[in-house]
């Protein structure tokens, strides 16, 4: 029997990743349009990623709460939608921060909302396909922003990217019309969990593994070290949380038999249910594994926000790049994650979650690196190797950390859990990056690179830390295991 093809989720993976990646020369239209100065534009840059951290969770649960995923999405980008269009009015920056902000709101959830559908659609048997979904956002954003930087200098208008962003959300819209989940509660079932973790001493007994042959695989890329760290972790009870969310609270199912008034009984069972939310939610904020993993992904995207934000505005203020050739700079950024998006499953089987992660911190330090070189070498062409390393790294990081996240959570909140790491990586990170970078151009005129090797520096250091404590631990574990004679 052939292979499904899942058409659909990679024609939503293309217009909504094509939406955001016009908007990589919103820092350019500020600047040459609204002429903002360079820390007004940082702020401007956090907002969005400022909201996601804040509202995603609380957005992502709400559609978990309502159980109309399909739907809360299509509500929120239609305001979205609207409220976009009155940037052409050119309101002044207290009022354009404010509309950035509520804009925000509205647009962000759509994306671990997607991902969380795109799971539930393609269910266990199917769910390591997430990646050659994923790759058409890859592909669409290098099309997308190759053909809007060409469209703006042919056009000599910058608004044209506004219109870009609308069009593909619209595309997107009606395309999630004709997604056949509406709901993950007509997603996959959950009878067992599988769980991952990146760091060394993470005891896998605390977490029934699934029995898949695929599993077994990825679970085999560290199999000796993970052995260790089983006889040698000390174990703890995550109580209820770690079995998943129940469909109902039997306070809710013996709510009708008791004596209580119908208030009283709509009390009980709102409790009841914020306390099961609690008990959940607990290790996705908790855990030692996921705060690590969360660590992670902060210095990784805070790094890459500070060079998407602000290396377009260098190219083209302080390198007399051309929007299309800023264009072309995108389609080489994302060009390398197509393949690794396609043959994520075989990396994952390959080296684990874990080392993919690391492997992912390792290419970012060589990008960064490539970016230092670029006023030695004085040719804007010198950063199209960079930019592809962005592939590399993204491709895999990102397939692993969704697949982590999704393994980590409860049932009931997969979803929830992907709002927490966009959260995390689109949200505090992105806004770290944006307000360092705008701060650091406006007070060192520009002068962005010896931040682009600072950055460098701290990803490798992080990067030898965490190895060094790795390498300890596992010798650690194997003298534990001596038995004496």
Known sequence: MPEPTFILPKILYFSLTSAGCILSFLSVYLSQVLAMP???IGVILATTPLVLMIGNPFATALADRLGAHKYFVAATLTGAIGLTLLIFLRPPFPLLLAGTALVALLRNPSYPILDALVLAMLGDKHKDEYGRQRLWGSIACGVSTAFIGWLIDWMGNLEAMIWGHVGFLAVFLVALNWLPVSSLREGREHDEEAYFSPIPGE???RHPVLPSEEDGALKGADEEEDELFKQSSIESDLGDAEEGIQPTSP???DASNTSLSPISSRKSSASAQISVFTSNVRPLLTDPAVLFFYSLIYIMGTSVAV???????FLSNQMGASNTFLGIVKFFQVGMEIPCFYFSKQIMRKIGVRNMLLLAQVILVIRLCGYGLLPAVGSVWFALPSESLHGVYYGIMWAGAVRFMDDRAPPALKA???GVLSAVYGGLAQASGAL????????LEGRIIPLFWGLAVANGAYFGLFALCRTRHTESSRNRLVVPS
Request: no cysteine; charged share 20%.
């Open 203 to 205: 005891d896998p007994d």
């Open 38 to 40: 360079a820390t007004q």
């Open 307 to 313: 060079v998407d934000s602000f290396l377009y505005l």
């Open 436 to 443: 360092i970078g705008g701060w650091w151009w406006d007070k």
């Open 251 to 253: 306070l809710i199912e």
């Open 416 to 418: 929830t859990a992907q």
